[in-house]
């Protein structure tokens, strides 16, 4: 049924991917392997699917083809016979809890306090006893450095902060792996650093990291490899440095003149 994977094999294995959204094909066999502790950045031109194949790996949507495991375990469906069921919301929500995102526009719930904010999840999801919750979420606030803004309100806080907030209520969910959906483009230039900083000490931590970015110094500094799509595919990947200084493809270099290293 569900067989653990061993330490060599990887966390993350996204085999064969296919998505489309009506007549478009937004993946086309997108494949890509994450080890336990490295840290993968994503890049591409808008529309070329680096949201997309993160919210598959999340099974915020369907796959057409293919599969995506985590720690060897289909995170969407059940494989019955050969062939895969999407499994009931329910049991999808219990399996995502390995996989912690942050999207780019910071989506903490406005009626709830940065703490509560943090508590939610392993409260209401893993019935966890709340005293025990709320120390984890004041450690974590903590880490991120917001435990002095721990009872205000994401209105209260600012960009930076409220950014920082999700991340500690994805690291929550005690997640395998965290998935980074451009966190800090929506963020004005003088709060950019703050939440960097708090991703650069995540990766130092050891967590495993997918991090669609537009941050080149992050990327090259961070990320152990780099992934460049295009159109749906996986144009090139390789480690940071090469990718980013010395890209082997043309849709690559053209892209990287664009938005500058
Ligand atoms: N729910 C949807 N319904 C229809 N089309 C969609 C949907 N989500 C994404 N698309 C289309 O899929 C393509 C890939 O979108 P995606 O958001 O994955 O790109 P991206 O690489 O993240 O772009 P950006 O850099 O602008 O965030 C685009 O053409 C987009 O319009
Ligand atoms: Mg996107």
């Known amino acids: 049924m569900t067989e653990r994977m061993s330490a060599a094999d990887p966390l993350v294995t996204v085999s064969h991917v296919g998505k489309s959204f009506g007549h478009t094909q937004v993946l086309r066999d997108v494949n890509l392997e994450v080890h336990a502790g490295e840290v993968v950045g994503i890049l591409g031109p808008s529309g070329s699917g680096k949201s997309t194949l993160l919210r598959c790996i999340n099974h915020l949507e369907e796959l057409d083809a293919g599969e995506i495991r985590v720690d060897g375990v289909l995170v969407g469906y059940r494989e019955h016979r050969g062939r895969l069921y999407e499994l009931r919301p ?6 995502r809890r390995d996989l912690g995102m942050v999207f780019q526009r910071f989506n903490l719930f406005g009626h709830m306090t940065a703490l509560e904010n943090v508590m939610e999840a392993p409260v209401r999801v893993l019935r966890r006893p709340k005293a025990e919750v709320r120390t984890e979420a004041l450690d974590l606030l903590d880490r991120v450095g917001l435990a002095h803004r721990a009872d205000v309100y994401p209105s209260q806080l600012s960009g930076g902060q409220q950014q920082r907030v999700a991340i500690a209520r994805a690291l929550a969910m005690k997640p395998k792996v ?3 959906d451009e966190p800090t483009s929506a963020l004005d230039p003088e709060l950019v650093g703050e939440v960097l900083a708090v991703m650069r000490q995540l990766a130092a931590d050891g ?5 669609v970015t537009h941050e080149m110094s992050f990327a090259r ?3 152990d490899r780099v992934v460049f799509m295009a159109d749906g595919v996986v144009v090139e990947q390789g480690p940071a440095a090469q990718v980013i200084d010395a890209p082997r493809h043309e849709r690559t270099r ?3 003149a664009r938005v500058g290293r």
């Open 254 to 256: 053209t892209f990287l």
């Open 221 to 223: 500094e961070v990320c």
């Open 90 to 95: 329910k049991e999808v929500a219990l399996r």
């Open 178 to 180: 965290m998935l980074f």
């Open 207 to 211: 967590m495993t990291m997918i991090v």
